[in-house]
């Protein structure tokens, strides 16, 4: 069974549209993240929820709102695409008490 | 503020060479240490992780690698590559709380036969 699960796994999409990614972790873990992965491989959080709560925001245009229905669900939604906006995004998770991260395999979006 | 320096952007071996992938962090209290491993159009794979314990950590797949507090280094080893080790290797901090990772640039290795 796959631990992190993300879909879709590729989303292309016109400017100014509004899309979702959605995450679900098996793992029982209390805590869910968003990174965005970009053109140069570099990696940055976004957005990170402790059990329903948002605890980390880091400086993400308020086009991003990223919704935990439950502990295993973390969905990001992206108002108003932009071209800057395609990249590899993941979803992680982890026990709040042990600082690994667990990460899903990805979404490429391509915003043309 | 937290930060971490992956030295070389690319590293190429050839396959039954020793490995060595660079890791300097920026911190005034002791982090978390990681590496992870992205494979290509996959996500990333924890290889291994100092949590202040021993300071040389074994990880999966024959690589270890050593805190070295004085030189604020968490290199990466492997004694003898393989060619399944090509991939993106990612150097990342996380303080105790803080719940955030902070990720270096990332090396890709590349092995030769």
């Known amino acids: 069974d796959t631990a992190v699960s993300q879909t879709p796994k590729y989303l292309v999409t016109q400017m100014g549209n509004d899309k979702s990614i959605k995450c679900e972790q098996n793992?029982?873990?209390?805590?869910m993240y968003w990174y965005k992965q970009d053109s140069k491989k570099f990696l940055k959080i976004m957005f990170s929820?402790?059990?329903?709560?948002?605890?980390i925001n880091e400086t993400v245009p308020n086009r991003f709102s990223p919704k935990s229905p439950d502990k295993a669900h973390l969905n990001l939604h992206i108002n108003s695409l932009e071209l800057g906006d395609s990249a590899v995004y993941f979803c992680?998770?982890?026990?709040?008490?042990?600082?690994?991260?667990?990460f899903g395999p990805g979404t490429r979006l391509t915003v043309l | 503020a937290q930060s971490v320096t992956q030295l070389g952007s690319h590293v190429s071996v050839s396959e039954g060479a020793l490995v060595l992938l660079r890791c300097n962090y920026s911190?005034?209290?002791?982090?978390?240490l990681f590496w992870y491993v992205q494979y290509p159009n996959q996500g990333l794979q924890l290889l291994l992780k100092?949590?202040?314990?021993?300071?040389l950590v074994k990880g999966i797949n024959g690589f270890e690698a050593e805190f070295k507090k004085s030189e604020t280094s968490f290199h990466l080893t492997k004694p003898s590559a393989h060619m399944s080790d090509a991939a993106e290797y990612f150097c990342?901090?996380?303080?105790?709380?803080?719940?955030?990772?902070?990720f270096g640039t990332g090396t890709r290795l590349l092995v030769s036969p």
């Open positions: 929820y402790n059990n329903k709560e948002l605890i």
């Open positions: 100092y949590t202040s314990a021993a300071t």
């Open positions: 793992l029982g873990h209390d805590t």
């Open positions: 990342a901090v996380s303080f105790t709380g803080f719940q955030k990772l902070v």
């Open positions: 911190s005034s209290v002791p982090p978390y």
């Open positions: 992680a998770s982890s026990q709040s008490d042990t600082d690994t991260q667990y």
